[in-house]
């Protein structure tokens, strides 16, 4: 017989996507940022960096794509596109 199977949840930084990563992206438009970084303190995978529109960038390593920079950002500065729709910024 079989027990029940347990799967252990991956940790944030020791994760990364590459490829698995949902069909969805975040894309920084880079033009309404203000710096507030509420994208920065969102992200579950701690992977948005920088300091203002201009260094803001994701690591693409372990972003999950779930959305959620997209959804806070004041400024609707972050679209969440279609991996095939985007140019590849790793
Ligand atoms: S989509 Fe999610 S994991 Fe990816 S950068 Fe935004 S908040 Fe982080
Ligand atoms: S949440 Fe939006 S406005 Fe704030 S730093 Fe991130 S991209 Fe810029």
Known sequence: MFGPLIVKPAKSKGS??????VKLRPEFLKKNCIGCKLCISVCPEACIQGKD????KINYEYCKGC???SVICPKS???MLEEESKGDKK
């Open 67 to 69: 959305g959620l920079c």
């Open 16 to 21: 990364k996507t590459g490829s698995w990563r």
């Open 53 to 56: 529109k201009e260094t803001i």
């Open 77 to 79: 500065d972050i679209l």
